[in-house]
């Protein structure tokens, strides 16, 4: 892998000020380097040693504890075994309190920062319009960044990915700003070859978090859970909401932007394995389900490792409607439009009658079944949450069929939770159990590979049904070796390609390049609890001044942009953060002089 330092030339660096050196108006402390240990897997080696060169030349020295996968650098951060560890957001559902909430809000799923004035500023954004929210998100980045440090920002990706243009049907391969790859919408440029071969794509992480959607976040499993369980409502590829391919056929927001009415389809049963096939469970995806799928995606307690329970904190509850009259008296948000209007919009057969059975809904006789999901506060946000993986629909009875354990008690050596991958791996502990209500259901896996089979359940019939029926992911953990396999044809399409890869696939004439900018961020997170740099601000911001983003930038050949935070692709506050040497040997000096 290339190093940062190939950027340094010679001139630079008798130009640049010697680590512990006295800048102007400030008296040296001492020469002395400070340590610093850098955490972050052997995926971003190459960023590591820019940092590295970076910090080295502003007067740190640097251990770099590098992970092979982001199963052992997690463990590495829970145990507090760093300074600063690399770190990168995506917010894969295009609104901006996704993009702080979890990372940086007392107690958020994936937050190891505490700061009352930072909470404050999330809490308050988080109920007001795109209109208001941009000060109060520019104060926030103001304290996160520039006063307090907690994060320095390297830079703000393109979202990339490659695919065999001889095998998949072009038009079939999406790419969007924010969701995951439709897995339904895949399809072979020969048709014949939909039922007979698998379409082969790739990820670098094995380990699965879970496969119950509201245990994980993490690039292990987001692609995985969001094609094999239905949600309330999808984003286009430009981050519009949308209920295109969800379980709604409309959705509508009503007076006072506090209640949300969902009116469910009928054509969604859930899969289920049985002999490593997909077959249909004959269980019926309905308002039960999707009641008690939100109600424990918003209970911490619901299931143990819960890490996604604050993206859905402001759901207070949830209701089957079954009185028609509800909603021809309640009105569409800014409209003189009742709901039930909203709700029929499009539909074949209005709504005749509201059944609370799910097995009774015929939505082709006008039988509906309509979800009402009220918010703690105005807060229509929580419709992009909706969008999200972790708000995958699980059926009740296989779930509280599986999971019988005591939450409080939860044993990880002896109980076996819904989703566990052990449970789908090949081996002795092989005992698939997931009922999905996706397009897609995981059969096995195994190192090599893991196998989906199409839900024979799911949209029958419609241009939602899946094309393909099997989905193969290879597990290539290699940048390298995953593009020789594309090019090889080992595999037919690379979700997430490097920016200094892009002239290789343009000069593939058996590929295609798909580029979006992406809401993907990449940034240095500092250890707030048991390190030096949890104690001093001014350690932190020695490091932040330290960051040139033009050297990434020229590194990755201009397909990168600068960035302040994880809000940097979604809200424009008109902060900047500027790489400062003398700024950061200053600040380092006022360290020392601490100790």
């Known amino acids: 892998m290339l190093s940062g330092c190939n950027f340094t030339t010679k001139d630079q660096a008798a130009a640049s000020p010697t680590p512990g050196a006295a800048t102007p108006g400030t008296a040296a402390v001492n020469n002395t380097p400070v340590d610093i240990e850098l955490l972050g897997t052997s995926a971003n ?69 505490t700061d009352p004035d930072i909470d404050k500023l999330i809490e308050q954004a988080s109920a007001q319009t795109p209109e208001q929210y941009t000060e109060t998100y520019k104060k926030f980045e103001q304290q996160l960044v520039l006063d307090k440090a907690y994060i320095a920002p390297l830079y703000n990706s393109l979202k990339a990915q490659a695919f065999n243009q001889d095998i998949l049907k072009k038009e079939s391969v999406r790419l969007s700003k924010s969701r995951s790859l439709p897995w339904e919408e895949l399809d072979f440029k020969d048709a014949s070859k939909r039922a007979k071969d698998p379409i082969i794509l790739q990820s670098s992480l094995p ?74 469970s004959g269980e019926r995806v309905g308002a039960e389900d999707v009641i008690f799928s939100l109600n424990r995606a918003k209970d911490k307690n619901s299931v143990p490792n819960h890490r996604t329970f604050t993206l859905h904190e402001h759901i207070q509850k949830l209701e089957l409607v079954t009185d028609p009259a509800v909603l021809e008296s309640a009105k569409l948000s800014g409209s003189s439009e009742t709901i039930k209007a909203a709700l029929e919009k499009g539909l074949d057969s209005k709504i005749s009658s509201l059944v609370s059975d799910k097995n009774k809904a015929s939505n082709k006789e006008g039988k509906y079944q309509v979800v009402k999901l009220t918010t703690t506060q105005p807060f229509p946000q929580v419709l992009n949450y909706l969008a999200h993986q972790s708000a995958g629909i ?143 601000a001014d350690l932190r911001r020695a490091v932040l001044y330290s960051i040139n983003q033009d050297e990434f930038l020229a590194y990755y050949k201009n397909n990168k942009f600068k960035a302040v935070s994880t809000l940097s692709p979604l809200v424009k506050t008109g902060l900047e953060v500027k790489a400062d040497p003398a700024k950061a040997k200053d600040f380092l000096n006022k360290y020392k002089a601490t100790k």
Do not use: C
Request: proline share 3%; net charge negative; aromatic share 10%.
């Open 45 to 113: 080696e190459t960023d590591l040693n820019i940092v590295r060169d970076q910090l080295s030349k502003n007067g740190f020295n640097v251990k770099l504890n590098i992970q092979p996968d982001y199963g052992t650098f997690k463990s590495q951060q829970d145990a507090g075994n760093f300074d600063v560890a690399l770190s990168s957001w995506t917010t894969v559902t295009g609104n901006p309190d996704y993009a702080v909430r979890s990372l940086f809000k007392t107690g958020g799923d994936y937050s190891i920062m």
């Open 207 to 280: 380990s699965l978090t879970s496969l119950d959607p509201i245990k994980g976040n993490d690039g292990s499993i987001n692609i995985i859970n969001t094609n094999m369980y239905v949600r309330l409502l999808n984003l286009t590829d430009d981050d519009k909401l949308t209920p295109d391919g969800s379980l709604s056929h409309n959705f509508a927001i009503a007076e006072g932007n506090s209640d949300y009415y969902f009116i469910l389809r009928d054509d969604i049963r859930f899969a289920q394995i049985k002999d490593k096939l997909a077959v249909d």
């Open 394 to 536: 699980v059926s009740k009875k296989q779930v509280e069929t599986i999971n019988t354990y005591d939450v409080a008690k939860y044993d990880v050596n002896k109980d076996i939770a819904y989703g566990d991958q052990s449970t789908v791996t090949e081996g002795a502990k092989y005992n698939n159990s997931l009922y999905t209500s996706g397009p897609y259901i995981l059969s096995y896996k195994n190192d090599y590979e893991a196998v989906f089979n199409k839900n024979p359940g799911y949209m029958k019939g419609t241009k939602y049904e899946p094309k393909v029926d099997t989905i193969k992911v290879r597990f290539i953990k290699d940048a390298e070796s995953s593009l020789s396999a594309l090019r090889s044809g080992e595999i037919h399409l690379l979700y997430g390609v490097s920016e200094i890869k892009f002239d290789v696939i343009k000069a593939d004439n058996k590929l295609s390049l798909q580029t979006i900018p992406s809401n993907a961020v990449s940034y240095l997170l500092f250890n707030t609890k048991n390190r030096e740099v949890a104690k001093s």
